[in-house]
């Protein structure tokens, strides 16, 4: 009787300390769900989509708490990508998609008041206190939220032009490109 008491007592601390062995060595440090809705996510930090940057939008997008569909940034092909990730139906983008666009600040008519620089998620506008300030077009994401602070409206938003690089293909009927096939 004793000597079976103590090969369980035996087993439990062995399978304890080989499950305490295994806590340690292979712990997961986040949900791998959110690492990969992450990664999908244009990370412009624009806060278009009702979260204050992507991080928190894909933390809610795994746990169930957002739609797939609010992303304008990445429009359609990320909403499909998320869907196929996530084993979700695919939606219609809450948001119209947009063409790609970049902020111009009028130098002439910018009084240097450092709003729009504070406003900027992704630090695209340069200038000081007092000074003009101009914007890195590589780094514009075109998300708008250096407008609405702007207190004499010198900023606009220009379309970029089409390449190769950033078109997006017409939905079938749209557009003039769409040639239609007689018998």
């Known amino acids: 009787m004793v000597s079976a008491i103590l090969a369980i007592g035996l087993l439990a601390a062995s399978f304890g300390a080989l499950l305490g062995y295994a806590s340690i060595r292979y712990r997961v440090e986040g949900d791998p769900v959110v690492e990969q809705v992450d990664q999908l996510l244009p990370q412009t930090q624009c806060g278009q989509c009702g979260y204050p940057g992507c991080r928190p939008y894909a933390e809610a997008i795994a746990n169930g708490d957002a739609e797939i569909n609010l992303c ?106 769409v040639v239609e096939q007689t018998a």
Not at 93 to 117: K, M, N, Y
């Open 72 to 177: 304008p940034p990445g429009g359609e092909s990320v909403m499909v990508a998320l869907s196929d990730l996530l084993d979700r139906e695919p939606v219609a983008l809450e948001q119209e998609q947009r063409l790609p666009s970049l902020a111009l600040i009028d130098e002439q008519t910018c009084i240097g008041c450092t709003l729009c620089i504070q406003a900027c998620p992704v630090d695209a506008i340069l200038g000081t206190a007092k000074q003009m300030h101009t914007v890195i077009e590589k780094e514009c994401t075109g998300c708008e939220l250096c407008l609405p602070p702007c207190p004499v409206d010198c900023i606009t938003m220009v379309e970029i032009p089409g390449t190769t690089e950033n078109w997006i293909w017409p939905e079938p009927g749209e557009g003039s490109n």
